[in-house]
Structure formats: structure tokens, C-alpha cells
């Protein structure tokens, strides 16, 4: 007698338990999109470049450490290579953001 009383609330549990779930996902879904990638630098650039403005370009602190400014260096590349289409302006700037966050160069050292 208890048996059919015990399987129909596990079958009521189980169906409310389905209705809240999929009203979960229908909210999940509707939820507003966010940017899944970081943005990268988009203003134009500055005469000399500076190492605010180098920070900027390749997305990283001012105090960032050698390794992570070497990874957000070749991140940028991958995504605006010359050689995947990308601008050769925009490679030489990327190239004088990594110089000037290593601190190689004290002012512009662009080919443009």
C-alpha cells in the first residue's frame, strides 16, 4: 500500500524537479550576451609611444611581468600577422609595444 504512495511523490518530486530545470535554462539562455573574448586596444596611437599606450595595445598591466607581456605579444600577432592578413602597420606597432614594455626602446622605433 505505501509502495504506489512512495513512487507517485518520487514521480511528482522528479516532475517539479524537470519544470524548475528547464525554467533555469529557459533564464540562462535569455540572459544577455557578454563579450567571451577580451577586447583589445582600439584608439588610434599616439605620436611616441608610451608604456600606458603599450599596455593598452597588447592588453596587459604596466607592471606586468616579462613572460605574460611575451604571451599577450604573441596572442596579438597570432590574431594580426602580415601573414594572415593582417596589417603590417599594425604589426610594427604590436612589435613597439612588446619593445617598449621589455624596455628596449625609449621612444618610436615604428617603420611607419
Known amino acids: 500500500m505505501a509502495t ?6 518520487a514521480v511528482a518530486a522528479t516532475a517539479y524537479a524537470g519544470k524548475y530545470s528547464i525554467q533555469a535554462w529557459s533564464a540562462f539562455k535569455a540572459r544577455p550576451a557578454t563579450a567571451r573574448m577580451r577586447k583589445f586596444y582600439e584608439g588610434g596611437f ?3 609611444m608610451t608604456r600606458r599606450e603599450a599596455a593598452l595595445i597588447l592588453g596587459v598591466r604596466e607592471s606586468t611581468p616579462v613572460e605574460k607581456v611575451k ?8 590574431a594580426n600577422h602580415p601573414d594572415a592578413g593582417g596589417s603590417h602597420y599594425l604589426a610594427s606597432k604590436i612589435n613597439e609595444a612588446k619593445d617598449m614594455m621589455l624596455r628596449k626602446t ?6 611607419f
Open 4 to 9: 504506489p504512495l512512495i513512487v507517485g511523490l
Open 71 to 78: 604571451e599577450a605579444h604573441r596572442r596579438v600577432m597570432v
Open 106 to 111: 625609449k621612444g618610436s622605433g615604428s617603420a
Open 46 to 48: 599616439q605620436p611616441t
